[in-house]
């Protein structure tokens, strides 16, 4: 079974950028639809990001202008391009597939002070 591993995370000051990225034991190309979610503490996950095999990308208002989801099917990974990065977006990132089908990673956290 594909396994996901979530790296680039860290503490960052607002306004700064963070790049994350998601890589898969197998091969993605299959997967019709990547994401990335968040859950902040508290909160339920939420998905934040998606992108289709053929490159279309769906991003949730909040981070709208301010994130960017990429994917390199030769690699089996996934990227989130995180720019202007708010204190609200503190959380633990996790990628899947949309919908969900794959067996959680660890995720990465990302903290966002102000």
């Known amino acids: 079974q594909v396994q996901l591993v979530e790296s680039g995370g860290g503490l960052v000051q607002a306004g700064g950028s963070l790049r994350l990225s998601c890589a898969a034991s197998?091969?993605?190309?299959?997967?019709?639809?990547m994401g990335w979610y968040r859950q902040a503490p508290g909160k339920q996950r939420e998905l934040v990001a998606t992108i289709t095999s053929g490159g279309s990308t769906y991003l949730v208002d909040s981070v709208k202008g301010r994130f960017i989801i990429s994917r390199d099917n030769a690699k089996n990974t996934v990227y989130l391009q995180m720019n202007r990065l708010k204190p609200e977006d503190t959380a633990v990132y996790y990628c899947?597939?949309?919908?969900?089908?794959?067996?959680w990673g660890q995720g990465i956290q990302v903290t966002v002070s102000s």
């Open positions: 197998g091969s993605i190309l299959s997967i019709n639809a």
């Open positions: 899947n597939a949309v919908p969900i089908g794959l067996v």
